[in-house]
């Protein structure tokens, strides 16, 4: 049977999103089949913005039609025409039609916007709630009240439900002054009326600020320069510039958006430069006003500016109707904005125990991994045991994106390597929140000289003086990794614009491999479109001999059990069983023998073709009774030219998500990344990264 929730509100602006987006981001990680839905929606030509962003994120793969109830517009004459019971069937329809495709639905509630009067509204979801037969999960908006002002209004809001007789999963007083926190928690218990549990969750202010691109969207703002991602920054102010340059520039505050008309270049060069000189507050952005232009000569300056991302905008109105217009926009969490998203996820997991939900939702578990899982996963598993990882790459913008994102989300401590004064601009010029990370500068650093000593006592064997060891230790990825092997990080991850043999050298150099394992090698974990399998090695190793694949196949198994996927072992090979001969099959033949000599605990199979390694018709005529064949999670490539070529075919032909290459044998953990690496990528790495730093012993 369907579980459906329902997040609903009791007014506008309770940020009921972000309550949705942790909500949904609970369901995924232990059920395939998950739906949304919304009762009502503005018609139009635009999708709706909270279908739009579960929908991306979360790749439902469900029409968008079936996503909701009806138009706003349609539910209105409904009302109007005394058919609020039809309106209740057609949604229910609807919601059934559904219903069929998901083992879980979350809904999300009305925005309040004028299907029916406040009150009446609220009424309005808890009857769609009833009549869907789903838990209710009410958010009460704790912004701009005192403490007693939240006691009562969740003490109505309880009374309500209880009326109304709604299934309370759990109750969330969400945006209350961080300083109020406690006070509200302690008061809840005498405010509700029926027994669930609460939780209340402090404001933030990235979630509260609306984007650039969310006002220059309402404002259906003309784009004049400026990146993708500078359209992400947080607007905290706006700032009407009707003075001259020197004046104006005393109001300009801290994510300031100016609103110039479009004729003032004194305004919007000496705003562009005040951004770049770092002696000014950060400016969010430019809005030019009455559809005018900056001439040509200015243009031409704008152009030149090279260092500086700040985006600017044209719109057709009016200063005084633009100012109007930008004040009236809220903030909202859309698909693209990776940090309201990584926000709103690190908030709601750090203040709802979501273990507690879990239990009292009860969904049906999949046996299968899926890529959502299996990402979900990753952090969550990070954070159980939170790590320290240093990034030697501290100015590069990739790498910077996603420490963000991992710091909000509580996932590791990072530490950046560079000069100090270079990654803060970095920081400062991206306009990102990153405060709690170290920078640590390698070249002056304290721990230079003793890095060095053991570097020198390491390898002396091999020719390097004491000088060429101090040389060494001003190299990031040496820096890095001695880090590592000191117990100064957990865990190093480099290479988004570094050679693998520069990431990884010095791992090999002095870290070494693990006690019982001869080989580093690696996998890639390969999230296809409903389930998640690893292959290795993919990256590492040209031409492992029979014992060296053994070693391979087994470190792989470890790996994929410590991610949470059951390891079958496929020792690929171009024949299946006894059906083949030569050199190459021989060697995996004898590769398979060694590993089930050394760990009889694991299922292997092999030699084996792809085909009959994951298809379960080829298996039955190939090779009968086998417990791998058929199942294959974990695929043994014979050599690097092999297994290379064949994860990114599958990454291209199939639209495979590859993460990897997670590196395996070494003592402590030090991942290669690929140049091409995207901002998730390395989130998803570092994540990796981590989870391999908790594992004291091999656990394959």
């Not at 439902?60 to 004459?77: D, Q, S």
């Amino acid at each position: 049977m369907t579980q459906g929730l329902y997040v609903m509100s009791e007014e506008p602006q309770s940020g009921k999103s972000a309550v949705m987006l942790g909500v949904m981001e609970l369901v995924s990680r232990s059920t395939r089949n998950v739906g949304f839905f919304r009762p009502l929606i503005r018609s139009g030509e635009q999708r709706d913005r909270a279908i739009d962003l579960i929908d991306r994120r979360y790749n439902l793969k469900l029409p968008y039609e079936a996503m909701f109830g009806c138009t706003i517009e349609t539910a209105r004459e409904m009302i109007t025409a005394d058919r609020y019971e039809d309106l209740l069937k057609m949604i229910l329809g609807k919601y059934k039609a559904l219903e069929s495709l998901c083992d879980v639905i979350l809904c999300l509630g009305t925005d309040f916007t004028g299907v029916a009067p406040l009150p009446l509204e609220f009424d309005f979801n808890m009857d769609v709630a009833n009549n869907l037969g789903c838990l209710v999960i009410p958010v009460a908006k704790g912004c701009g009240r005192t403490v007693e002002e939240v006691v009562e209004v969740v003490s109505a809001l309880s009374e309500s439900l209880e009326k109304r007789h709604c299934d309370v999963l759990a109750l969330i007083v969400n945006r209350v002054a961080p300083d109020k926190v406690r006070d509200v928690a302690g008061r809840l218990g005498a405010a509700i009326t029926h027994s669930t549990p609460a939780y209340v969750v402090p404001e933030i202010g990235i979630l509260g600020k609306p984007t650039v691109g969310e006002i220059a969207g309402e404002l259906n703002a003309t784009f004049i320069r400026g990146d993708a991602e500078s359209l992400h920054r947080g607007v905290a102010h706006y700032t009407v510039a009707a003075m001259e340059l020197p004046h104006f520039l005393d109001y300009v505050e801290e994510d300031s958006l100016i609103i110039t008309p479009g004729d003032r270049s004194d305004i919007i060069l000496g705003s562009l430069l005040a951004d770049a000189s770092g002696t000014y507050p950060h400016i969010a952005g430019i809005i030019l006003t009455g559809n005018l232009m900056p001439a040509p000569q200015v243009k031409r300056l704008i152009d030149g500016l090279d260092r500086s991302t700040v985006p600017v905008f044209s719109v057709s109105t009016d200063t005084f109707t633009t100012a109007m217009r930008v004040n009236s926009v809220k903030s909202a969490i859309t698909p693209d904005n990776r940090r309201k998203v990584a926000a709103a996820l690190g908030l709601m997991e750090a203040s709802v125990d979501f273990s507690e939900l879990e239990r009292r939702i009860a969904v049906r578990h999949s046996v299968r991994v899926t890529p959502l899982m299996f990402e979900y996963k990753l952090v969550q598993q990070a954070r159980a045991d939170r790590k320290h990882i240093v990034l030697p790459e501290g100015t590069e913008e990739r790498i910077l994106r996603a420490a963000e994102i991992l710091l909000l989300r509580d996932v590791v401590d990072i530490t950046f390597l560079g000069n100090p004064d270079e990654v803060r601009q970095k920081i400062k010029a991206l306009g990102l929140s990153i405060t709690e990370a170290k920078i640590i500068d390698p070249a002056g650093s304290e721990l230079r000289e003793t890095f060095a000593a053991t570097y020198y006592e390491l390898r002396k064997h091999k020719g390097i003086s004491m000088e060429m060891a101090h040389d060494a230790m001003a190299d990031v990825s040496y820096f890095g990794t001695m880090m590592v092997y000191q117990g100064h990080a957990d865990g190093m991850v480099s290479g988004a614009v570094h050679t693998t043999q520069h990431t990884i050298r010095p791992a090999l150099e002095f870290i070494k491999t693990k006690p019982g394992c001869s080989i580093v090698s690696s996998v890639f974990f390969m999230c296809l479109e409903d389930h998640v399998v690893v292959f290795g090695d993919c990256a590492v190793n040209p031409d492992p001999t029979a014992e060296q694949l053994a070693d391979i196949a087994i470190s792989s198994a470890g790996t994929a059990r410590m991610f949470g996927i059951q390891p079958l072992v496929a020792m690929l090979s171009y024949s299946t069983g006894e059906s083949g001969k030569g050199v190459e099959v021989d060697k995996v033949r004898e590769a398979t023998r060694i590993a089930k000599r050394l760990r009889p605990d694991l299922k292997i199979e092999g030699p084996i073709q792809y085909d009959a390694a994951v298809d379960e018709g080829v298996a039955r005529s190939k090779m009968p009774g086998s417990e791998v064949a058929g199942h294959a999670t974990v695929f043994i490539f014979p050599d690097l030219n092999t297994g290379n070529n064949t994860y990114k075919a599958v990454q291209r032909s199939a639209n495979a998500v590859a993460i990897g290459p997670v590196m395996q044998g070494l003592k402590k953990p030090v991942n290669d990344l690929s140049r091409g690496a995207t901002v998730t990528d390395i989130v998803n790495t570092v994540a990796i990264t981590a989870i391999q730093a908790q594992s004291k012993k091999d656990q394959g």
